[in-house]
């Protein structure tokens, strides 16, 4: 197998799939749950032309979305570009045209921002709105879908081609230096640096996910 996040998860879903994987306000889901709302998103990212290697920014708080919208993004193998909620508009059009990203998914309260900046960032032709309470759902502007529209209207399933093992994780620095920019790493090395796949105590590479 190759050891993306996403396969990662995966193996977490099927392990415990009734166990309650996000939590917040009134609010939680299951492993199960979390998977078939993820794989609806990746659905909807695939039929908006999203293909293995195309950017697609997440512009959110933390929020359970946030991270339904994360698994999705990696399921469909694309590259996650995080955009960071205290960017002003400058850095905003920096990463976004920077980054290439061609879809992106955002909170509705970050909407004006990126209004005022899609004109320079001609990549992106599609936005998916995660309402949160800041203002009434009123029309969508051409390109938008809301959230809950792109997971009611997909299939569950998981049904996606075998990932690679290099299939890859992008991180935008804060930008305390100059402009943010992209640090590009192996999803895999991701996880051997930072999720537990490598042995702290003899430092070998463990051998599974379990």
């Not at 979305?65 to 905003?92: H, T």
């Not at 909407?111 to 001609?122: E, G, I, S, W, Y």
Request: net charge negative.
């Amino acid at each position: 197998m190759a050891f993306t996040i996403a396969d990662l998860i995966e193996h977490s879903v099927d392990l415990n799939p009734e166990r309650v994987a996000l939590e917040t306000e009134g609010e939680s889901h299951t492993y199960a749950e979390l998977e078939a709302r993820a794989n609806a998103l990746a659905h909807t990212l695939r039929d908006l032309g999203i293909k293995p290697g195309d950017a697609v920014g997440l512009y959110s708080r933390n929020t359970v979305e946030a991270v339904e919208a994360m698994v999705a993004i990696f399921k469909a193998r694309a590259v996650m570009v995080n955009v960071n909620y205290r960017y002003v508009e400058g850095e905003l059009e920096h990463i976004f045209t920077d980054s290439g990203m061609k879809v992106l998914i955002h909170e509705r309260r970050y909407r004006d921002k990126v209004r005022n900046v899609l004109q320079n960032a001609p990549l992106i032709e599609r936005r998916i709105v995660i309402e949160d309470g800041t203002d009434e759902a009123g029309e969508l502007d051409p390109g938008e879908s809301r959230f809950e529209d792109a997971i009611a209207s997909s299939s569950t399933e998981r049904d996606f081609e075998p990932r690679s093992e290099d299939d890859l994780y992008m991180l935008y620095t804060g930008g305390t230096t100059g402009k943010p920019k992209g640090v590009v790493w192996r999803q895999e090395d991701i996880w051997r640096v930072l999720g537990g796949g490598i042995d702290w105590h003899t430092s070998e590479p463990v051998t599974d996910e379990w």
